[in-house]
């Protein structure tokens, strides 16, 4: 009889949820057979550690075990990967080449981020799961072999399905057993779980004592609801170990950690149709009323500020800088969103030029400094967009290459170039 807490401590894995408990029962369960599985489950709740667990408690434990990404692999290149190549087949193809499938031949290969392979590489995958065959790229020669294939994808297959980017057939044979990894959300008694277990692990790493969450800080983590899953969580942890001094964390300091509503105004609109909520729509209108509201306090102030003290008092201009630019911002975003040609030509107009209030020619000269230091090159500009994009969305590839304008497979290959965690 094997031990789930034994699995878990081998394999690092926290948390006691029974939905994760059921998770890891059965991984444990069709281990030994030689069905094909497929791990599903959101993106950051900790699929990798399961094809692994399957490798190791299979007859195939001392055979090869190779993980390969499917959606970092470029669509030109993958067939020749999985299943090799013959010499002469493309150009580049100067000696043959055995592809992962011949080299895991009597073990596992995990194959991650299913969903991303082409269709023509989805019917040869068909082809060894139906029949253990395949041919090399510029080969008529059938070859064969014996792997077990694990799967992994955190996208909505069904969906995939219905949109003709995944073969029904396929799935119907990987998905054998499905294997269900639970989001966060309904893990909640495992979230300070894992707080703990982390926040341990960067004391340790950055030679720290552990961070303490006082009992608002615990409360506010655990009714989170961490929509990148662990990873998210794991993330905010080794922000808040390195930045805090302090090593006692109240409420307040976690909230400054936690994205919210303020720095992403409209997160709703991003669900499919069916989760809409009317609660969220609601906490959107509060959100809008609440920053209109922000935003009328500091006009007042502001005009408060120059009926008192005149629109020459720099002091008053000095402390009003972030509010007027604030001010300036909003309007550009306006123009920005018109079509219009010179509505775009307006936003490089100089800041005087369009400012409500005239603008000291000091805060000018800082505003010149700032620009000239900001680095002009493009690749830092490229990696700068792109984690704010999967800042933006919690580290959700999709949302992050569709706000980005690239495909999916081009942000995953970018991320990996430029090492982006
Ligand atoms: N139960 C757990 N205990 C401790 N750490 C975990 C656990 N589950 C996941 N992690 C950690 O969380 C991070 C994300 O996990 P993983 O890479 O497996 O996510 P994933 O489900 O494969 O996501 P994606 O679909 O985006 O690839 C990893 O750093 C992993 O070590
Ligand atoms: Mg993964």
Redesign the pocket.
């Known amino acids: 009889m094997i031990d789930i807490q034994d699995i878990k401590q081998r394999f690092?894995?926290?948390?006691n949820a029974p939905a994760l408990n059921r998770a890891i029962e059965v991984a444990v369960q069709v281990a030994p057979t030689d069905l094909s599985v497929m791990i599903m489950?959101e993106?950051?709740?900790?699929?990798?550690?399961f094809p692994q667990i399957i490798h190791s408690y299979s007859s195939r434990k001392h055979g090869k075990y190779i993980a390969v990404n499917c959606g970092a692999i470029p669509e030109g290149t993958i067939d020749s990967e999985l299943f090799g190549h013959v010499k002469g087949s493309f150009t580049g193809a100067l000696s043959d080449r055995k592809g992962y499938f011949e080299v895991a031949d009597g073990g596992t290969i995990f194959l991650?981020e299913v969903g991303e392979l082409p269709l023509s590489t989805q019917v040869r995958l068909l082809r060894v799961l139906e029949a253990g065959e395949y041919i090399r790229v510029g080969s008529s020669d059938v070859l064969k072999t014996n792997v077990r294939v694990v799967a992994?994808t955190?996208l909505d297959i069904p969906k995939a399905i219905s949109e003709g980017k995944f073969r029904e057939d396929l799935f119907y044979r990987l998905n054998t057993v499905p294997v269900i990894?639970p989001p966060l959300r309904e893990r909640r008694e495992d979230i300070y779980l894992?707080f703990r277990?982390f926040s341990s692990d960067f004391a340790d790493k950055y030679r720290m004592p552990v961070l303490k969450l006082d009992d608002e800080a615990k409360q506010i983590l655990v009714s989170f609801p961490w929509p990148g899953n662990?990873?998210q969580l794991?993330n905010v942890t080794e922000q808040i170990s390195i930045i805090e001094k302090e090593r006692e964390i109240n409420g307040l300091k976690l909230r400054g950690y936690l994205p919210h509503f303020h720095e992403h105004p409209l997160p709703a609109l991003y669900k499919p149709e069916s989760e809409k909520t009317f609660s969220s729509e609601r906490e959107i209108l509060y959100q809008v009323l609440f920053d209109m509201k922000k935003d009328m306090n500091d006009l007042k102030k502001l005009v408060l500020d120059i009926m008192q003290h005149g629109e020459k008092n720099t002091k008053v201009q000095a402390e009003n800088a972030v509010i007027i630019r604030k001010l300036h911002q909003d309007e550009e975003l306006e123009f920005e969103m018109g079509t219009a040609h010179e509505v775009k030509v307006q936003t490089f107009a100089p800041v005087t030029t369009v400012s409500p209030v005239p603008i000291h020619p000091e805060h000018l000269i800082q505003d010149t400094e700032e620009f000239i230091e900001e680095s002009l090159s493009l690749e830092e500009k490229e990696k700068e967009l792109i984690k704010k994009a999967l800042n933006k969305y919690n580290g959700k590839r999709k949302h992050a290459a569709n706000e980005l304008g690239i495909s999916e497979r081009t942000l995953y290959r970018k991320i990996k170039e430029y090492d982006i965690n």
């Open positions: 690092g894995i926290i948390g489950g993106s950051g709740v900790g699929k990798e550690n991650d992994a955190n990894v894992l277990k662990i990873r794991k």
